[in-house]
C-alpha cells in the first residue's frame, strides 16, 4: 500500500481551495487538476508499505505530541517541471508547521524509515502537467486550524485516485 502522513481540511477550506484551483483551470490549456476530495497537505511519504511498515507507521503517529495551530494559504506557485508544471496553494512561513514535519520526519527515520532527501516545502498540489500562460498570484487569506495529523492510504478506486485515513492523531 502506498502510504504518507497528512493534515487534511475541513469542507469549507476545501471548497475555498477549489476556487483558486478552478481560476487556474480557466487560464490553463491542459493539466490534471487534484479532486477537491483529495487536497491535502503532505507532511511525510512513505511511498510503497507493507503492513508491518503500516504499523510501524501508525505507532509513529500515535507517539506524536503537538498543540493547535493556525496555518494560512497566501499565494500560488508552481514547481516547473519538462512537460508540464506542478501547480499549488503556499503556506505562509509557520514555525509550528515546519516543527511538526521535522519531529515526524526525525521519528519516521529513527524507527527505519527512508524519506525523501528534498527540503520540506509546505504546499498544497492544485495541479499536475499544467500548460498555463498565468503567473503565480497573491490569494485571499485562508487560515485554517490544524487539529490532526493523518496517516493516508492512496488506492485506484474504479481509475480515480482515492485517499482512505488509516489513522489520526489529534493535537494535545
Avoid at 46 to 61: F, N, Q, S
Amino acid at each position: 500500500m502506498r502510504l504518507f502522513f497528512a493534515i487534511c481540511f475541513t469542507d469549507e477550506i476545501k471548497t475555498k481551495l477549489e476556487t483558486v484551483s478552478d481560476a487556474l483551470y480557466q487560464q490553463s490549456r491542459r493539466g490534471r487538476f487534484v479532486p477537491v476530495e483529495n487536497l491535502h497537505l503532505t507532511l511525510a511519504f512513505l511511498g510503497e508499505c507493507d503492513e508491518v511498515h503500516a504499523t510501524a507507521a501508525k505507532a509513529v503517529l500515535s507517539s506524536l505530541e503537538f498543540m493547535p495551530f493556525s496555518i494560512s494559504f497566501d499565494q500560488t506557485g508552481c514547481f516547473k517541471r519538462k512537460g508540464g508544471d506542478t501547480w499549488w496553494a503556499g503556506i505562509y512561513e509557520n514555525p509550528e508547521l515546519l516543527k511538526l514535519q521535522a519531529e515526524l520526519s526525525s521519528r519516521l527515520i529513527a524507527v527505519g524509515f527512508r524519506l525523501e532527501d528534498r527540503a520540506f516545502t509546505p504546499h498544497i498540489t492544485l495541479a499536475r502537467d499544467v500548460k498555463t500562460g498565468a503567473k503565480p498570484w497573491q490569494i485571499d487569506s485562508i487560515d485554517e486550524t490544524v487539529c490532526s495529523v493523518d496517516l493516508m492510504k492512496s488506492e485506484v478506486i474504479d481509475g480515480r485516485i482515492a485517499y482512505i485515513k488509516l489513522a489520526s492523531r489529534q493535537s494535545v
